[in-house]
């Protein structure tokens, strides 16, 4: 006898900070979203402020902080509801990128994969990549892709 799951849709999680690759993965999420009859969620990480030695000071620096992650999460989010046709949900979480990714997909159980997309440089993929492709791969409950970060939007509307 099968069991019949609750057909909820998918919710792709865009971390979203000032990489240029992170347009491929935000893209990529959005045609599938499109696709699938899913849904995009937003996450910026706020790096606390580091060294302050007044209160005052580093309140300010988090408000700026605060302010600057939701104007860039507000352009997104109108270029989301253009590409899918729903808004998108959006966080803000502050602390070290790794640590707030994994809780908040730990957090949200209708998040069901992590999109994120590998720099062109020849360094390498990137620190986020490498940390969640790497050392935290175990500890995620959801999928992971890695979208080539130097596709363009031609390319990534071919794959997606």
């Given at each position: ?79 989301l509801m253009?590409?899918?046709?729903s808004p ?73």
């Amino acid at each position: 006898m099968a069991i019949l799951e609750e057909s909820r849709p998918r919710v792709f999680l865009v971390i979203v900070d000032d990489s240029p690759e992170m347009r491929a993965a935000f893209r990529y999420a959005s045609r599938r979203a499109r696709s699938t009859g899913g849904r995009v969620a937003l996450l910026h990480v706020i790096h606390p402020p580091e060294g302050q030695h007044w209160r005052a000071m580093e309140e300010l620096i988090r408000a700026e902080q605060r302010d600057e992650a939701e104007e860039m999460l507000g352009g997104l989010a109108a270029q989301l509801m253009e590409l899918t046709g729903s808004p998108p949900v959006v966080y803000i979480r502050e602390g070290e990128p790794a640590a707030e990714i994994l809780a908040q997909i730990d957090e949200d159980p209708s998040i069901s994969i992590l999109v994120l997309a590998a720099s062109i440089d020849p360094a390498g993929p990137g620190p986020l990549v490498s940390m969640m492709s790497n050392r935290l791969i175990g500890r995620l409950r959801v999928p992971l892709i890695i979208v080539p970060g130097g596709l363009g939007d031609a390319e990534i509307d071919r794959v997606s």
